[in-house]
C-alpha cells in the first residue's frame, strides 16, 4: 500500500514536467513545402506546443486556405489558457501573428494553443512556418 | 500458486501492454483516436470538457465547427444538429480512463482539449483494458465447463490465433474490445442468471445487456441469448417460458435496468433529430437481397474463416457441443446466422480498413465455447491431442505473422485479392 502511494506520488511528480514536454506538440501535420521551398505545417482547429518561460514572445508565421474576407476565420492564440492575442484572417496570404508572453510564473514551460475557427474539410485549420521564439534581453549581454 | 488459466490472462495482458507500446513506439500506427475509434470517443470531450451533449461545442473547437467526412458525424437534414453514426456505448466505458487522463493532463499542463498525448492513449488502453477483462470473465465461465488445460488452451486461442489482439492494440479504440467483453460478460451472467436468478444478477444482466446496445445497435440480437438460453427443443422451452413467468420480478429488474442503460442513446437521438429511434447511419444501409455470404465468411478480400480459420473449430465444437455448453446452443446459432447474414448485407460488407473481418470479432467469446468443446474432446486421445495442438500451433503462428504484416503495410487494409495474398504470404516487405 505504501510502495503504491510512493510511486504514485513519484510519477505525479514526474509527470508534472517531465523533460521531453518541451518538445510536445499536439495538433500539427508533418512538415510540407510550399511552391516556394518553404516549409510549413497544417494544424488541426486547434494545435498546441511549449516554449520555455523566459521567452518574451513568439513570432507565429501563418495562414489559412479557407478565409475570405465574406468568410474570416478568426486565430486565437492562448497562453496557459489565456487569450494572448486575436488575429482576423480575410484572405491566403501569409502573415506574422506575434504574442508577447506575460510574466511566467511556477512552470519552466508555457503553452501555447491556435485555435482557428474554419477549417478544410474539419480536419486542415492553418498552415504554420517555422515558429520562432524571442527571447526576453538579459540586460549587458 | 495462481491457477494455469489465470496465469494465461496475466500473460496475456503482459504481451497485450507490449504489443500497444510496440505498434505507437514504432509509430506504425498513428495516435489512436482516429477512425472510427474518433466517432466512439467524441461524446466523452462533449460531456466532460464542453458540457454539451450536443457535440457542437467540440466541433467547433477540434475541426473549424465541422467534423471530417470519415467520422460518419452528420447534420441531421432538418434539424441540422449534429448526430453519430456511431453510439456511445464504447464511450461511456472509456469514462473512468478518460477523467483520469483529464487529471494528468491538467496536472501537466497539456491542453485539456480531449485530444492530446494522455486523453490519445487513454483512449488506446481502454480497449486493451476491457480486452483483459473479457479473457478474465471468459476465463471463468469456461472453466465452468472444461477443464484447466482447456480453458487456457482456448484463451490463448481466441487472443492469438483470431484479430483479437489486433483490435486489443493497434485498433483498441474501435467497439470491437469493448463488445468482445460485454459479450463475454453476457454469457457469463445468463448462464449464472438461470441457474439461480436474482436481484443482483438481474441488474448485471440488464447493465451488460444495455450496453451491448449501446456499443453497437445491431447486437441487439445477442440479446437473445439470454431469451433462449436452455431452449433445445419444445419441452425445454416450456420449461424457459415457467421460469421467466416465475421469476417475472427479476425479469422486470433485468428489463428497467437495460432501459435505463440505453435511455441516454435515445434522448440523444429526441434531442439531434425529433426521434427516439432513427438509422444514424442516414442513406448508407443493408441490402437484404444481395447478401455477400461467401465474401465475409471464405474470401482472401475479408473472409473470418480465411484470416481466422481456427473459428472453424468454433463452428464444428458449438456442433459437437452435448451437456456443457448445449443451453447456449440454440440462441448463439441463431444470432451467428442472423448476424451474419446482417454483416453480409451492410452496403460495406468489408467493414471498411481492418485485420480480417472485424464483424466477428465481437462473437469470438462464443466461437471459444466451441473451440474449448473440439479441445475438451481432442484432449481424451494421445494422438487427437498432438494433431490438434500442432494445427492450432501452425494457425496461431499464421496468424500474429498475418497481423505484424499488416501492421508493416503488406497486406492492404481492404480488398486484398488472392494474387496479393500469394505474392505477401511469409514475407515481412
Known sequence: ?141 | MSSLSTRIVQISAVLLAAGYIGVYATGRASAPIRSDGFSYYVYLPSWFIFGDPTLAAVAHDCCGGEFPEYTAIVRWPGTRQWVNAHPIGVAIMQAPVFLAAHGLTKWSNLSADGFTLYYQHAAGLSGLIWTVAGLWVLRGLLRRHFIEGVTAATLLVVLFGTSLFHYATYDSTYSHAYSFFLFSAFLDVTERWHRHPSRGLSILVGLAGGLIVLTRHTNVLFLLVFALYGVTGRSSLGATIERFRTHWRELAVVFVSATAVVAPQLAIYYQATGHALVSPYGALGFDFGAPRLFGVLFSVQKGVFFWSPLLLLGVVGLAMARQTVRPFLLPVAVFLVVNTYLIASWWDWQFGGSYGHRGFVDSLPIFALGIATVFEWSARQPVRRAVTALAAGVLVALSIFQMLQYWNGVIPISDTTWGQYRAAFLRFR
Not at chain 1, 500500500?1 to 509527470?15: E, F, H, N, R, T
Not at chain 1, 519552466?108 to 485549420?125: A, F, K, P, S
Open chain 1, 1 to 141: 500500500m505504501l510502495a503504491g502511494v510512493l510511486i504514485l506520488s513519484g510519477a505525479l511528480a514526474y509527470l508534472r514536467e517531465p523533460p521531453w514536454l518541451a518538445s510536445l506538440e499536439s495538433g500539427f501535420g508533418a512538415w510540407e513545402k510550399d511552391f516556394e521551398g518553404v516549409p510549413y505545417r497544417w494544424t488541426s482547429g486547434r494545435a498546441s506546443f511549449f516554449v520555455p518561460a523566459d521567452a518574451a514572445a513568439v513570432r507565429i508565421p501563418l495562414r489559412s486556405e479557407v478565409a475570405t474576407p465574406v468568410s474570416p476565420a478568426v486565430v486565437s492564440v492562448t497562453v496557459d489558457d489565456r487569450l494572448a492575442e486575436q488575429l482576423k484572417v480575410t484572405d491566403g496570404r501569409w502573415q506574422d501573428c506575434r504574442v508577447r508572453l506575460p510574466p511566467a510564473r511556477s512552470r519552466r514551460l508555457r503553452r501555447i494553443d491556435l485555435h482557428v475557427t474554419r477549417t478544410y474539410g474539419g480536419t486542415n485549420g492553418l498552415q504554420v512556418r517555422e515558429i520562432e521564439v524571442i527571447r526576453a534581453t538579459v540586460p549587458g549581454s
